[in-house]
Each structure stands twice: as structure tokens, then as C-alpha cells.
């Protein structure tokens, strides 16, 4: 048997439903004092932070924005990935056998959860039960596709698989969904419903008050490293507005995150005399479009003439301030395959797009400004859920670019419920947007796992012109070990998605953190960028 760390892993993509809990207190203390004639310090270290949802659905249930700020504190995982390789954490070690089906792990030893249950391989067993059957995970081989797993002794497990895979262990890096919690909390079968809060992390879900803030207090029982600050305060703050008032004001100290931070906020935030900013080093994920092969997108030169014609710098520069850099690929920086870019370049070209829509057939109506073909307007629908003010900005972009070569873009949009959907159904729609894929571990296998299950692009892959071709190389990579063979299949698969337009990768979407100099000096962004690590955080001196 050896060990076996590999870079990549798995997404999922699913719908959620929303829980809910309740509680009282009073007002937390807002920050550390000290007593002025003897110079020791006489309070508790307190950081206080932004959320835009309140935590009631801070549970593995529930994989949405909102929780990223505040995940890390409660939950923790078996693995986790940092700078380019997975590393242990509630698991001390891991093997892969030799044929690829079988996955063990050393648990961590003396480590219990908040509510005083015993971490050991029974409470493992019944955590990665209760992922195995639950829908969302559909994407996650590691996790749906063993057919046994055992307790070989106290604290260690083992998983075994009928065909071997390159990314078991990935799909257990997770920081939000494929982490540990309390089996006092599981109920198997019940997917909505949250029953607490307890994981093994170094804060303990304390004082919740609806509409103002959450409490978590230091875990004096952390089998880790103690952390630096006693308390965290998360405000829940959801106006974009109210959020960086509340930084000028000292009423918090940090916001994070692209989910709560937009590039106007954080050009805002950091012209404030006192408020620094920082970048992660690059995008974990990808804005995307989507097109469908079904309607007036159904000829290849028309999808062709669409990619020429958006100027993706204007993008960038425009809604981004240039902070989101241009992307070619559905596949984000540093991931190994990120050097496939498909075999045709889109760079922007209103000169190609015209000349392809001619070529096409496709004439334009001078009195309309809009290209038409037997007497048909060239006219496409682009959905958009409401939720994402950026994904509405670019939409109402792209549809001034495309009206320059005589595309019509009537913008949809939709709540996310209505959104999901719509996109899959063959159609009343031509182009959506999604994020390509969430995390650079995660990439580009959990984009092209999930196709043909949930995904826009699955109503148009039976008309790719090697559609049965790129099927297969969907079947097999999931039951792949072979590094040549994997390089070969995710070519023809990334090459097919970019050539033949089914995918259209805009920017590189960036994570960033705002904070007060007062109390903070710097912050060291982890691997998996999206989620707000206080272990991170240089406090002021």
C-alpha cells in the first residue's frame, strides 16, 4: 500500500433549502481593552466580523456564501488542501491501496467534539454515511461510490471502491461540506433539517441573537493549536452599504470574501484612512457562460461569432476594475490542467464575428440594427439569477457587444429556485451564467462529473459534432488512475467544451479581505481562498 496525495478533487453542485434555529443574549463586547494604570490587559480578545446571512444554516447541510466566513471556526474535515498539496487534519494519515479501491485513514486521536462526543471511527463512519446518500454529494465519487466501508479499529477506517479513481481523497478536502460534526446531529435521511452546531474546531458556536450577531468562543478543548482571539463576533450585516460603514466605524474589524465584498466596496473600504486590503493570489473559480445548442445557437459559426464578439477586457476593466484578469480556460490557475485552453483562440474580433454571421447566413436588417435569416431575427434569451449583481452587470454588457454585430439579447431574470430550473430544460433560454467549478483542488474534474447529472451544458452535449466521444471521456475519467490517460481525456474534453463553445470562461473571479490596521496587520490567505481562516490573521500589536 502506499500514500497517495494528489492535487486535484471534486466539486458538487446542488440545490439548498434553508433551516432554521433561534436564541437570545445580550451585546457582545466589541473589542480588547486594557487597564490603563497597570498596562495588563483586562478583557477578553475579541474579533468582530461581517456576515450577510445570519447562522442558521451553518451546517455540512447547507453549502452557500453566506457560511464561508464563519465555517472554518466550528467544522473541520479529515484532510485539507494547502499550497498544492492535501494535508492531514482530523485523519493523521491516509493510504491508497495499489489497485486504487481502497481508501483508509488514520484518524487523530484524542480529539472530541464541542458537545462532548468522542471523535473515533464510529462518529466518521456516521458523518460519511450520511453523505453517501445524500443527493448533493451525487458528484463526489469518493464519497457516493464506495460499496463498503468498515471500522477496522478505533480510529481507523476504511472505504472500498469497485473501480480505482485519481481523486479520492480530494473529495474529502471540503472545508464546508465534508467536514466532521457531532453524531448526536446527524439524522440520516434528513437533509434540510439542521440540529445544531458542533464540530471539532477551535471556536464553539456560543450565543446567537436574531437579526444582530453570533458569538463563538475559544475551544479550550481544541486538540490543535490554541487560537489567538477569545471570542468571535459575527454581525450579521446585510446591506454591501452598511457593511463597510460598519468597518470605517470600528463596529467590525474585517469583511471577506467575494460573496460580501464587491470591487467597488473594497476600492471604498481601502480609500478609508486605517483600512488596508488584500487579494487572494489568484482565482479559485471562473466566471462562465453558458450556451444551448437548441435554438438559434445550434450552428457552430453563430457560437463562434458570439465568442469573437465579447470583448472580455472590457469585462475585467469595466465591472472589475481590472482586478478579475481575463480567463481561456474553464480551469483556474494552478491547477494542472489549467494550460488547456482549447485549440482555437476567441480572442476579441468584431471583424471575424461579422464575417462568420455573413457567412452563416445570418443578413443584417439595416433599419433594425438586428441580423436576420429567413425571416427570423437573430434573437437570444440570457438568464441570470437575481442574487448575483455582477452576473446582471456582465449580462447587460455582453448584450451591448453583441448587439454590435447584430445579435439581439433579451436578459431573463430569474429567483435562483426559477433559475435552476429553467437551465434544464432544452428551452426558453440560449445563454445562462455559473461559475466554473469552486476551488483549485477541485478543478476541472467536478465540472465535467457533474455534466450529463445537473449541469446547463447537459441539454447540449447530445449535439456536440464527438458528442459520443466526449460522453465517454465523461464515463471514463471517473474511473481513471493513470496520469497519461488523464492528461489524454481531460484535452479531449476541455478542448471540445472551448472549441465547439459550449463553455465561455469571462474572468477570474478573486477573493479579498478588507480589515482595520488597528487590529489587524496582515492576513495569509489559505489554498482554498473562498473561506475566512482567523488562524490567518497577524493581530495588531
Given amino acids: 500500500m502506499k500514500r497517495t496525495k494528489r492535487v486535484l478533487g471534486l466539486a458538487l453542485a446542488a440545490v439548498m433549502c434553508m433551516g432554521l434555529l433561534a436564541g437570545c443574549g ?23 466580523i461581517a456576515t450577510i446571512g445570519e447562522t442558521t444554516t451553518l451546517s455540512p447541510l447547507y453549502m452557500i456564501a453566506d457560511n464561508r466566513p464563519t465555517q472554518k471556526l466550528l467544522y473541520e474535515g479529515l484532510v485539507k488542501y494547502v499550497d498544492g498539496e492535501i494535508q492531514p487534519v482530523l485523519a493523521e494519515d491516509w493510504e491508497l491501496s495499489e489497485d486504487g479501491t481502497q481508501l483508509t485513514f488514520y484518524l487523530r486521536q484524542g480529539v472530541t467534539f464541542h458537545d462532548g462526543e468522542p471523535f473515533n471511527a464510529e462518529a466518521a463512519i456516521a458523518n460519511i454515511e450520511s453523505w453517501h446518500i445524500n443527493p448533493s454529494f451525487a458528484s463526489l465519487p469518493g464519497v457516493v461510490n464506495y460499496t463498503n466501508i468498515e471500522a477496522v479499529d478505533e480510529y481507523t477506517i476504511r472505504l472500498t471502491y469497485d473501480t480505482p479513481y485519481f481523486a479520492y481523497i480530494n473529495d474529502f478536502c471540503w472545508p464546508d461540506v465534508c467536514t466532521m460534526i457531532s453524531p448526536k446531529l446527524i439524522t440520516q435521511g434528513d437533509f434540510q433539517t439542521v440540529n445544531g452546531y458542533a464540530g471539532t474546531g477551535p471556536y464553539v458556536y456560543d450565543e446567537y441573537v436574531a437579526g444582530q450577531y453570533t458569538t463563538f468562543v475559544r475551544n ?14 459575527a454581525k450579521y450585516i446585510p446591506d454591501n452599504a452598511s457593511r463597510v460603514q460598519a468597518l470605517q466605524t470600528g463596529e467590525i474589524d474585517l469583511i471577506y470574501g467575494s460573496a460580501e465584498l464587491s470591487y467597488e466596496d473594497y476600492n471604498q473600504a481601502t480609500a478609508i484612512e486605517g483600512i488596508e486590503g488584500k ?38 476593466e469595466g465591472l472589475t476594475y481590472g482586478y478579475e484578469p481575463v480567463a481561456d480556460t474553464i480551469v483556474p490557475d494552478g491547477t494542472p490542467y489549467s494550460d488547456i485552453c482549447g485549440t482555437i483562440d476567441y ?23 438586428i441580423r436576420e435569416k429567413d425571416g427570423t431575427p437573430l434573437h437570444i434569451v440570457f438568464t441570470c439569477p437575481t442574487d448575483d449583481s455582477t452576473i446582471g452587470s456582465i449580462a447587460t454588457l455582453i448584450q451591448s457587444q453583441l448587439a454590435e ?30 461559475t466554473a467549478g469552486f476551488f483549485n483542488y477541485a478543478m476541472p474534474q467536478c465540472w465535467f462529473s457533474a455534466m450529463m447529472a445537473q449541469m446547463p451544458e447537459d441539454v447540449s452535449i447530445p449535439l456536440l459534432d464527438n458528442s ?7 464515463s471514463e475519467f471517473k474511473t481513471c488512475n493513470d496520469d497519461t490517460r488523464l492528461r489524454e ?51 495588531a500589536e
Fill in 220 to 233: 479550550e478543548n481544541y486538540w490543535g493549536e490554541q487560537p489567538y482571539y477569545d471570542k468571535i463576533v
Fill in 279 to 316: 487579494f487572494a493570489p489568484s482565482g479559485s473559480t471562473i466566471r462562465n457562460i453558458i450556451l444551448n445548442f437548441n435554438g438559434n445557437l445550434a450552428d457552430l459559426s453563430v457560437r463562434q461569432a458570439l465568442a469573437y464578439a465579447i470583448d472580455k477586457g472590457a469585462i475585467s
Fill in 489 to 539: 481525456l481531460f484535452e479531449l474534453l476541455i478542448n471540445t467544451d472551448l472549441d465547439q463553445v459550449l463553455d465561455v470562461p469571462l474572468t477570474h473571479q478573486m477573493d479579498m479581505i478588507v480589515y482595520n490596521t488597528d487590529k489587524i496587520a496582515d492576513y495569509n490567505f489559505a489554498s482554498d481562498y473562498a473561506f475566512l481562516d482567523v488562524t490567518q490573521i497577524t493581530p
Fill in 468 to 474: 459520443d466521444e466526449f460522453i465517454s471521456a465523461l
Fill in 347 to 369: 480572442t476579441y474580433n468584431v471583424d471575424r464575428a461579422n464575417q462568420l454571421l455573413d457567412e452563416a447566413g445570418w443578413a443584417m436588417n439595416e433599419s433594425t440594427g
Fill in 26 to 48: 445580550g451585546t457582545p463586547s466589541n473589542s480588547d481593552t486594557a487597564d490603563e494604570t497597570s498596562g495588563t490587559e483586562t478583557s477578553e480578545k475579541v474579533l468582530n
Fill in 405 to 434: 454585430v447584430g445579435i439581439e439579447v433579451e436578459i431573463k431574470s430569474m429567483e435562483k429556485m426559477e433559475w435552476y430550473a429553467s437551465y434544464m430544460e432544452p428551452t426558453g433560454w440560449d445563454i445562462t451564467a455559473m
